[in-house]
Protein backbone atom coordinates (compact mmCIF):
# COMPACT_ATOMS: atom_id res chain seq x y z
CA UNK A 1 0.00 0.00 0.00
CA UNK A 2 1.35 3.37 -0.92
CA UNK A 3 1.26 6.55 1.55
CA UNK A 4 -1.39 8.74 -0.57
CA UNK A 5 -3.58 5.24 -0.41
CA UNK A 6 -3.32 4.63 3.38
CA UNK A 7 -4.01 8.13 3.91
CA UNK A 8 -7.29 8.06 1.57
CA UNK A 9 -8.34 5.21 3.08
CA UNK A 10 -7.96 6.98 6.82
CA UNK A 11 -10.59 9.65 5.23
CA UNK A 12 -13.02 7.69 3.85
CA UNK A 13 -12.95 5.66 6.76
CA UNK A 14 -13.69 8.41 9.10
CA UNK A 15 -15.78 10.54 6.95
CA UNK A 16 -18.73 10.51 4.24
CA UNK A 17 -19.36 11.95 1.19
CA UNK A 18 -20.43 14.70 0.16
CA UNK A 19 -16.99 15.77 2.13
CA UNK A 20 -14.84 19.28 1.41
CA UNK A 21 -11.68 18.71 2.57
CA UNK A 22 -8.20 20.87 2.99
CA UNK A 23 -5.33 19.25 1.73
CA UNK A 24 -2.42 21.35 2.87
CA UNK A 25 0.42 21.38 1.89
CA UNK A 26 -0.49 20.01 -1.52
CA UNK A 27 2.85 19.52 -2.29
CA UNK A 28 2.75 18.02 -6.33
CA UNK A 29 -1.31 17.45 -6.11
CA UNK A 30 -1.52 13.18 -6.32
CA UNK A 31 -3.24 12.90 -3.26
CA UNK A 32 -5.83 15.53 -4.10
CA UNK A 33 -6.44 14.01 -7.51
CA UNK A 34 -7.02 10.63 -6.02
CA UNK A 35 -9.17 11.98 -3.25
CA UNK A 36 -11.24 13.78 -6.07
CA UNK A 37 -11.58 10.01 -7.88
CA UNK A 38 -13.37 8.88 -4.85
CA UNK A 39 -15.66 11.48 -4.55
CA UNK A 40 -14.68 14.36 -2.16
CA UNK A 41 -14.41 17.94 -3.01
CA UNK A 42 -10.76 19.17 -2.66
CA UNK A 43 -9.47 22.32 -1.98
CA UNK A 44 -5.39 21.99 -2.09
CA UNK A 45 -3.73 24.38 -0.62
CA UNK A 46 0.54 25.32 -0.59
CA UNK A 47 3.07 28.01 -0.93
CA UNK A 48 4.19 26.34 -4.41
CA UNK A 49 1.13 27.75 -6.07
CA UNK A 50 1.68 24.68 -8.66
CA UNK A 51 -1.94 24.80 -10.18
CA UNK A 52 -4.41 27.08 -10.66
CA UNK A 53 -6.67 25.66 -8.11
CA UNK A 54 -4.46 26.05 -5.30
CA UNK A 55 -4.94 28.83 -2.41
CA UNK A 56 -1.82 30.37 -1.22
CA UNK A 57 -1.29 29.13 2.37
CA UNK A 58 1.73 28.98 4.81
CA UNK A 59 1.36 26.44 6.95
CA UNK A 60 3.51 28.41 10.09
CA UNK A 61 1.24 31.15 9.79
CA UNK A 62 -2.75 31.23 10.44
CA UNK A 63 -4.61 29.43 7.44
CA UNK A 64 -6.81 31.74 5.06
CA UNK A 65 -10.29 29.86 6.01
CA UNK A 66 -12.78 30.56 8.05
CA UNK A 67 -13.91 28.50 11.50
CA UNK A 68 -15.04 25.22 10.71
CA UNK A 69 -15.03 25.85 6.66
CA UNK A 70 -13.97 22.20 6.02
CA UNK A 71 -15.72 18.68 6.75
CA UNK A 72 -12.38 17.30 7.13
CA UNK A 73 -8.31 18.04 6.45
CA UNK A 74 -5.22 16.71 5.92
CA UNK A 75 -1.78 16.89 6.18
CA UNK A 76 0.15 14.15 4.01
CA UNK A 77 3.37 15.66 5.23
CA UNK A 78 5.82 18.44 6.25
CA UNK A 79 4.37 18.89 10.44
CA UNK A 80 7.81 17.57 11.67
CA UNK A 81 9.69 20.33 9.65
CA UNK A 82 7.52 23.50 11.49
CA UNK A 83 9.65 24.84 14.48
CA UNK A 84 5.85 25.65 15.90
CA UNK A 85 3.34 22.44 15.46
CA UNK A 86 1.17 23.78 18.22
CA UNK A 87 -0.04 26.36 16.24
CA UNK A 88 -0.55 24.84 12.71
CA UNK A 89 -2.65 21.61 14.71
CA UNK A 90 -4.84 24.62 16.23
CA UNK A 91 -5.07 26.35 12.94
CA UNK A 92 -6.32 22.84 11.18
CA UNK A 93 -8.81 22.37 14.15
CA UNK A 94 -10.23 25.66 14.10
CA UNK A 95 -10.87 25.29 10.22
CA UNK A 96 -12.19 21.96 10.55
CA UNK A 97 -16.31 21.78 11.43
CA UNK A 98 -17.01 20.25 14.93
CA UNK A 99 -17.26 16.73 14.24
CA UNK A 100 -15.19 16.62 11.38
CA UNK A 101 -11.82 14.78 10.70
CA UNK A 102 -8.28 15.42 10.88
CA UNK A 103 -5.41 13.44 9.15
CA UNK A 104 -2.02 14.00 10.04
CA UNK A 105 1.06 12.08 8.97
CA UNK A 106 4.36 12.04 10.27
CA UNK A 107 7.52 9.46 10.59
CA UNK A 108 7.24 7.39 13.34
CA UNK A 109 9.23 7.75 15.92
CA UNK A 110 8.02 5.86 18.48
CA UNK A 111 8.51 2.50 15.88
CA UNK A 112 10.91 -0.23 16.85
CA UNK A 113 13.61 0.86 14.63
CA UNK A 114 13.31 4.54 16.14
CA UNK A 115 13.89 2.90 19.77
CA UNK A 116 16.26 0.85 19.19
CA UNK A 117 18.22 3.67 17.23
CA UNK A 118 17.51 5.75 20.29
CA UNK A 119 19.56 3.47 22.55
CA UNK A 120 22.24 3.11 20.42
CA UNK A 121 23.00 6.90 19.21
CA UNK A 122 20.71 9.04 21.39
CA UNK A 123 18.63 10.46 17.76
CA UNK A 124 15.41 8.86 18.24
CA UNK A 125 14.36 9.98 14.41
CA UNK A 126 13.19 7.31 11.90
CA UNK A 127 15.40 6.39 9.16
CA UNK A 128 13.00 7.75 6.99
CA UNK A 129 12.83 10.79 8.03
CA UNK A 130 15.46 13.65 7.75
CA UNK A 131 13.37 16.33 9.63
CA UNK A 132 14.92 18.62 12.50
CA UNK A 133 12.17 18.39 14.36
CA UNK A 134 9.41 14.87 15.23
CA UNK A 135 6.15 15.02 15.72
CA UNK A 136 5.75 11.84 18.44
CA UNK A 137 2.32 10.74 19.21
CA UNK A 138 1.96 11.52 22.86
CA UNK A 139 2.98 15.54 21.75
CA UNK A 140 0.19 15.06 18.41
CA UNK A 141 -2.64 13.69 21.19
CA UNK A 142 -1.67 16.13 24.11
CA UNK A 143 -2.24 18.82 21.09
CA UNK A 144 -5.44 17.70 19.96
CA UNK A 145 -7.03 17.07 23.46
CA UNK A 146 -5.66 21.08 24.08
CA UNK A 147 -7.27 22.62 21.15
CA UNK A 148 -10.56 20.07 21.22
CA UNK A 149 -10.18 17.12 19.08
CA UNK A 150 -9.12 13.02 19.80
CA UNK A 151 -6.91 10.81 18.54
CA UNK A 152 -9.33 7.84 17.20
CA UNK A 153 -7.35 6.27 14.60
CA UNK A 154 -3.80 5.35 13.73
CA UNK A 155 -2.18 2.96 11.24
CA UNK A 156 0.57 3.14 8.61
CA UNK A 157 1.62 2.31 5.13
CA UNK A 158 4.32 0.12 5.22
CA UNK A 159 6.40 -1.58 7.57
CA UNK A 160 9.78 -0.69 8.50
CA UNK A 161 12.97 -3.01 8.54
CA UNK A 162 10.51 -6.52 8.98
CA UNK A 163 13.88 -8.54 8.87
CA UNK A 164 14.36 -7.40 12.38
CA UNK A 165 10.68 -8.73 13.63
CA UNK A 166 12.35 -11.34 15.48
CA UNK A 167 14.65 -9.07 17.41
CA UNK A 168 10.93 -6.79 17.89
CA UNK A 169 9.11 -9.47 19.14
CA UNK A 170 11.73 -10.27 21.78
CA UNK A 171 11.89 -6.30 22.52
CA UNK A 172 7.99 -6.59 22.94
CA UNK A 173 7.71 -9.61 24.99
CA UNK A 174 10.43 -8.31 27.78
CA UNK A 175 8.55 -4.61 27.28
CA UNK A 176 5.43 -6.14 29.00
CA UNK A 177 5.62 -4.75 32.03
CA UNK A 178 5.63 -0.93 31.25
CA UNK A 179 3.38 -1.61 28.87
CA UNK A 180 0.55 -2.18 31.93
CA UNK A 181 -1.54 0.35 32.55
CA UNK A 182 -0.10 3.18 31.05
CA UNK A 183 -0.84 6.86 30.37
CA UNK A 184 -3.86 8.21 28.22
CA UNK A 185 -3.46 7.02 24.40
CA UNK A 186 -1.12 3.83 25.35
CA UNK A 187 -3.54 1.83 23.33
CA UNK A 188 -2.37 3.22 20.24
CA UNK A 189 1.07 3.59 21.21
CA UNK A 190 1.11 -0.47 21.22
CA UNK A 191 -1.34 -1.44 18.09
CA UNK A 192 1.17 -3.18 15.44
CA UNK A 193 0.87 0.31 13.20
CA UNK A 194 3.02 2.54 15.69
CA UNK A 195 5.08 -0.39 16.85
CA UNK A 196 6.64 -1.71 13.46
CA UNK A 197 4.61 0.76 11.17
CA UNK A 198 7.25 3.27 9.42
CA UNK A 199 4.91 6.43 8.61
CA UNK A 200 2.17 7.62 11.72
CA UNK A 201 -0.86 8.09 10.11
CA UNK A 202 -3.01 9.38 13.26
CA UNK A 203 -6.97 10.76 12.57
CA UNK A 204 -8.48 13.56 14.96
CA UNK A 205 -11.96 14.09 15.39
CA UNK A 206 -12.88 17.51 16.34
CA UNK A 207 -15.31 18.13 19.15
CA UNK A 208 -18.60 19.00 19.02
CA UNK A 209 -18.55 22.67 20.82
Not at 105 to 110: D, G, L, P, T
Not at 114 to 133: E, H, I, M, W
Not at 139 to 152: E, I, P, S, T
Not at 179 to 198: I, S, V
Request: charged content about 20%.
Amino acid sequence: MTRNDAISSALVDSTALPCHVLAIPAAQGQLTDGLRVLGFEVTPADTNELRDDYVFADTSRQLPFDDGAFDAAVCPEGISDLIDQSSFVSELIRVVRPGGAIVIVAANVQNYPSRLRFLFSGDPRSSKSNNAGAMPFNQLRRLADHFGADVVDVRTDASEKAWLRPLFALCHALGAPWRRGGDAGHEFKNQKAMLYGRTMIATLRVRDT
